[in-house]
């Protein structure tokens, strides 16, 4: 089934002034372009997931395909870059296929010799390098399965990574088009004329809270917060930095990761009010309950000027970490950095938060409103209110069931996030003339 495209979502988006993604998302190395098996073959249709670099929990993406696949019993996995020594947590079969320049011919024989005699139902393509989309649209020519696309990051409006060939030929093929955010679904729209429908991240059900928490328990600490994740550019870790140093406020870093592909010491962030604890990650069920004690939760995000070194990030990308936030611990989340952002944008709509610019004084004053007893608890009465539908029960087949069907299976999450409102049309036309 085909749908036209709905002018009814249609947002006049002109495109931002393309941005130079990092180096590695337009060249790849010829290390990066071998075929690696790393499974013995699958013997049954496979569900084909067509990612960037390995499925684990170091990233945002790989923390999600995870949670959304990894019950599936024949999922084949395929990467076309390494960027965690080769560990993958993900798939009965796992390849990774890179390509050294962008000809689907070439890809296509490749690709045909990885698979080797697995065949492919159906397949899952969520792309940030340019060899994601020649490995999706070779499998899908290859095997005739229906294809759907589910974008997590622009890498093609605001950024240089997709060219525009490439990525068109990936929306003609694909049945079924998903985006993160509104932002990005809307942007894409208006420059390729293609339906998107609304997916955001989803949270394992067996974290989400389901009951209030009370003042005294959360509140206890108020001058302490929390940060889960990755901060994805080294300038927003730099400027953090900046804002909170001598606030008297500290922020406690959760994540897999930490300064994973940035500069600075544990040493140096204590210093300024950022705290690594000592020792491995958190299991889920530790980390949900230091969440639970947190008073509020810190989402750093671009501030969308000439030095935002990812910006293509933070315009359209919504952090996956925030619905995990919302539905786990029902903490405010005060966003720093742009308000234009889809982060600032997300926690806005939703009233589960705030937003505030990279400045002590500003931050102080925003912690300080954010901590205070009733408009605590009544960001957490919003939480409360939405945590259960961020379940990632069914999500996956949600997924499933919509690309065969070309369009959404129902609505829940078109009902949930807002489409974005005219000005970011007036923001992307300025991106495009500065």
């Not at 947190?294 to 996956?320: H, I, M, W, Y």
Request: hydrophobic share 45%; net charge negative; no cysteine.
């Amino acid at each position: 089934m085909t749908h036209p495209y709905d002018p009814a979502f249609e947002v006049n988006i002109r495109l931002a002034e393309e941005l130079l993604s990092l180096t590695r998302a337009a060249v790849e190395t010829p290390a990066q372009s071998a075929v690696v098996r790393e499974s013995p073959p699958l013997l049954s249709p496979a569900d084909a997931i067509v990612a960037h670099i390995e499925v684990n929990d170091g990233h945002g993406v790989g923390v999600l395909l995870r949670r959304l696949f990894g019950h599936y019993p024949s999922i084949l996995s395929v990467r076309s870059q390494d960027h965690f020594g080769g560990r993958q947590d993900f798939g009965a079969l796992a390849l990774r296929i890179g390509h050294e320049d962008l000809s689907l011919d070439a890809a296509r024989g490749k690709v045909r010799q990885a698979l080797g005699e697995n065949t492919v139902g159906r397949i899952l393509a969520v792309p940030y390098y340019p060899a994601d989309v020649l490995n999706a649209l070779a499998i899908q020519e290859l095997s005739g399965a229906p294809l759907a696309l589910y974008l997590m990051d622009d890498q093609n409006i605001t950024s240089n990574g997709i060219p525009d060939e490439l990525m068109g030929r990936l929306l003609e093929r694909a049945a079924l088009r998903l985006a993160i955010s509104p932002e990005l679904a809307a942007a894409y729209e208006a420059k390729f004329e293609a339906r998107f429908w609304l997916m955001p991240p989803v949270v394992p059900s067996r974290l989400i809270l389901d009951r209030p928490l009370p003042a005294a328990e959360v509140l206890a600490a108020p001058r302490r917060g929390v940060i889960l994740g990755n901060i994805w550019g080294q300038r927003w870790l730099e400027k953090l930095r900046e804002t909170v140093r001598g606030t008297g406020i500290r922020l406690t870093w959760l994540s897999t990761n930490y300064l994973f592909y940035l500069e600075g010491s544990a040493e140096e962030l204590a210093a300024d009010g950022i705290d690594i604890p000592a020792g491995a990650p958190l299991p889920d069920p530790e980390l949900v309950e230091a969440l639970r004690r947190a008073a509020f939760a810190v989402v750093p995000t671009g501030t969308l000027d000439e030095g935002d070194d990812r910006k293509f990030l933070a315009l359209l990308s919504l952090p996956s970490r925030i619905p995990f936030l919302l539905a786990t611990a029902h903490l405010p989340i005060l966003v720093i950095g742009d308000e234009r952002t889809a982060a600032a944008r997300f926690v806005r709509d939703l009233g589960i938060g705030m937003v505030t610019p990279y400045d002590g004084g500003r931050f102080t004053e925003a912690v300080a409103k954010i901590t205070e007893t009733r408009t605590n608890m009544a960001l957490r009465r919003r939480a409360l209110a939405l945590a259960a539908r961020f379940t990632d029960v069914g999500a996956a087949e949600w997924i499933w069931q919509s690309l065969a069907r070309g369009e959404a299976f129902d609505l829940r999450y078109e009902d949930l996030m807002r489409r974005p409102r005219p000005e970011a049309a007036a923001l992307a036309r300025r991106e495009r003339t500065s």
